[in-house]
Nanobody, 123 residues
Framework: QVQLVESGGGLVQAGGSLRLSCAAS????????MGWYRQAPGKQREMVAD???????DYADSVKGRFTISRDNAKNTVLLQMNSLKPGDTAVYYC?????????????????WGQGTQVTVSS
């Protein structure tokens, strides 16, 4: 069993900051990449930020310079620091663990998702 638990969402005014955290637990041997995705009402889910086990990062153009992703490989946790938030950032944010290799069956790398946390930015 692999679980991802997110925290840190909420309501903030435009220009404010929030920090999202996600902890992966269970029978985990390794995780290739961890990241954050978001889905706004009526829109498709999109990648916000991603970080590999080696520390390489990738960001959506819309959040570059405002959001920072970081990761603790030993603890299987990932953080997303969100600054200068805009109303357009309003969405449900999902944590993802990609390419998870487990210590128990089923073996083979799989992706896992958190339950999502709401971020609302008011104007």
């Amino acid at each position: 069993q692999v679980q991802l638990v997110e925290s840190g969402g909420g309501l903030v005014q435009a220009g404010g900051s929030l920090r999202l955290s996600c902890a992966a637990s269970g029978s985990i041997f390794s995780i290739n990449a961890m990241g954050w995705y978001r889905q706004a009402p009526g829109k498709q889910r999109e990648m916000v930020a991603d970080i590999t086990s080696g520390g390489s990062t990738d960001y959506a153009d819309s959040v570059k310079g405002r959001f920072t992703i970081s990761r603790d490989n030993a603890k299987n946790t990932v953080l997303l620091q969100m600054n200068s938030l805009k109303p357009g950032d309003t969405a449900v944010y999902y944590c993802a663990a990609r390419g998870v290799l487990r210590t128990t069956p089923p073996f083979g790398r799989r992706d896992y998702w958190g339950q999502g946390t709401q971020v609302t930015v008011s104007s």
